[in-house]
């Protein structure tokens, strides 16, 4: 058998590869209006050879402001009619540009106040902030705003360019008071790293090269502390979340759930978990238009075939059984609110969460943050642009994480139902205690005519899947059985005495309400076993065949529990500490 030999890579197929393998960091602006955002990003591509021929000559054709120089920078970003009429962002900007060293994705934000929604979407798929500040006029109230909402959406490392040095002849006392000032106040904020470069980005210095004219700065220019800058993955995120944005059925012999992977990797043979049904199977397949795969992680968009044909719809979303999203109508969020007219507590809205679309309302408002001193305020209800944390109530539940912990998950919108505007941002902070039901005054009756508890709000609670062990006949060995889970704090009965009419209904009822029922009825043939296994569904049916147990009931029912553990209806026993200090 002849060996296989590989070709070698040609020099443009060797410069592909390797810019693949490039590291990518993505990059948000922000400030207040008319610091140079859009310049600063200008120059920075300009300089790093980021921009095309004919881009260059199409702004430089654009130029008409003359202190801008013979080629306005800010025309390489700001592309609307209006932007470069009236000289500001108004929509958020997206400019991808590579160096040897990574390759970056930069969103050009608007700083003016009108806009701020614009540069929190900016911001939301960002690693790192660069907030400009001009050296003439300080820190402002919408640069404090930028920051903290650029923490809010979980930025941790900023890079603070105080621009327009030029204009206050490149002082280190204007560049250490600002930094002062600036660092004070996001000492109160979860910044893991803080970095001040001064710039003069109409004029490049300290941009691309180290300027002449500042020389007691000793650090790094802007792009090389880009091109070096370490950005953690402060919120690593390792469980599985599949919100499904679409059930694929081209024919009778394929059915596949479509969306992309929000967190995590899933792999053929996985077992998983439908919220908010509690139902689980296990992944035959990872389907794509190139072929299936053996693995898919985030954010891959992929189609997910079943083993089990189980009731998956649009919204739903998959997830390991052992590690399950939270469950709840009720939720404590951070919001910023982007609409002119003031959140009404009560009033009925939309919520946009991952795949699906509910209505709910904002049952209150506990506090409002004031930007300047960070202050908790208590009010009533959030203007245009003020950030605040709310309780919110949703008519169906929804399927989170934190957002500290998962951003695709514990992000959501608010949308008006009547205008159809997006109205805020939320990031979920905590899930909220369940509050008791409300008045017939205060709900409609239809809204109660099914329980408000999910199946997976119950796994949640029990620490357990819901199951029917089944030990036709052996009533002994159930009761053991039953004991030794109920001190390994399950939720467990046994069901001896029924009549064989209403077994069905009577198991079927036990795993909705989350129980693991061990059934020990005599039932003499197998087709009543098939009817009872048909109730329940077959992933939360076990039929063990008693013969094949140890003939010691103690033994007997240690070897179900450890079948139980195996797949995954139970958690296993910790394993006993051994070692350590004082032993």
């Not at 009925?348 to 506090?367: A, E, M, N």
């Not at 909220?432 to 999910?454: C, G, I, N, W, Y």
């Amino acid at each position: 058998m002849s060996a296989t030999v590989q070709r070698p890579l040609t020099d443009t197929e060797t410069f592909l590869k390797r810019n693949e393998e490039k590291d990518l960091l993505r990059i948000s602006t922000a400030g207040s209006v008319d610091d140079g955002k859009s310049t600063l990003i200008g120059r920075l591509l300009y300089d790093s050879k980021g921009v095309y021929e004919d881009q260059i000559a199409s702004a430089r054709k654009a130029t008409i402001n003359p202190a801008a120089g013979p080629l306005d920078f800010a025309l390489l970003t700001d592309g609307l009619r209006s932007e470069r009429e009236q000289g500001i962002t108004i929509d958020v900007a997206y400019r991808y540009f590579s160096t040897p060293k990574r390759k970056f994705i930069i969103a050009d934000t608007p700083g003016h106040e009108q806009y701020t929604r614009n540069m929190a979407t900016g911001a939301s798929t960002a690693d790192l902030a660069v907030i400009l500040i001009d050296a003439r006029n300080g820190v402002l109230p919408q640069s404090r705003r930028h920051l903290h909402i650029a923490t809010l959406l979980g930025i941790r490392h900023i890079v603070v360019t105080v621009n327009k040095m030029d204009l206050v002849d490149f002082s280190q006392q204007v560049f250490d008071q600002v930094s002062s000032e600036f660092a004070s106040f996001s000492a109160r904020l979860p910044v893991a790293e803080l970095k001040f470069i001064p710039v003069s980005a109409l004029e490049g210095d300290n941009v691309v090269t180290p300027s002449r004219r500042m020389p007691w700065y000793t650090g790094p220019c802007l792009l090389e502390y880009l091109e070096t800058v370490k950005v953690a993955m402060v919120r690593k995120f390792d469980y599985m979340r599949f919100p499904v944005q679409y059930v694929l059925r081209p024919n009778q012999e394929f059915r596949g759930f479509a969306g992309q992977v929000a967190s995590g990797s899933v792999r053929p043979g996985d077992p998983v978990m439908v919220l908010p049904s509690g139902r689980t199977s296990r992944v035959k397949s990872i389907t794509t238009y190139d072929g299936d795969l053996s693995q898919a992680f985030a954010p891959m968009s992929v189609t997910l075939c079943l083993e089990a044909e189980i009731d998956v719809s649009r919204g739903d979303m998959l997830v390991p059984p052992q590690h399950p999203a939270h469950v709840a109508r009720r939720f404590e969020a951070t919001m910023v609110w982007m609409n002119h007219k003031p959140l009404e507590p009560g009033k009925p809205y939309l919520v946009k969460h991952t795949t699906q679309q509910v209505g709910g309302t904002v049952t209150s408002v506990r506090y409002r943050v004031d930007v300047n001193t960070l202050e908790h305020e208590p009010v009533d209800r959030l203007g245009f642009n003020e950030i605040g944390s709310l309780l919110v109530e949703t008519k169906r539940p929804l399927f989170f994480d934190s957002y500290d912990d998962n951003r695709g998950t514990g992000a959501f919108i608010l949308i008006d139902p009547l205008t159809n505007e997006t109205v805020a941002a939320g990031m979920i902070t905590a899930r909220t205690a369940l509050e008791p039901l409300r008045t017939k005054e205060q709900h409609t009756l239809d809204e109660f005519a099914s329980s408000r508890v999910t199946p997976a709000e119950r796994h949640l609670r029990a620490g357990h899947r819901p199951v029917v062990v089944w030990l036709a006949g052996n009533a002994d060995l159930a009761y053991v059985l039953e004991r030794k889970l109920f001190d390994r704090g399950c939720l467990v009965h046994v069901v001896s005495e029924v009549d064989r009419r209403i077994l069905g209904s009577v198991l079927e009822t036990s795993t909705d309400t989350g129980l693991i029922s061990i059934c020990a009825v005599e039932v003499e043939d197998e087709s009543t076993r098939d009817e009872m296994k048909r109730a329940v569904g077959n992933d939360r049916f076990l039929a063990l065949n008693v013969a094949r147990l140890p003939e010691n009931i103690e033994d007997a029912s240690d070897a179900i529990c450890g079948t139980l553990e195996e797949k995954g209806y139970i958690r296993p026993l910790p394993k006993p500490f051994i070692g350590g200090a004082g032993i």
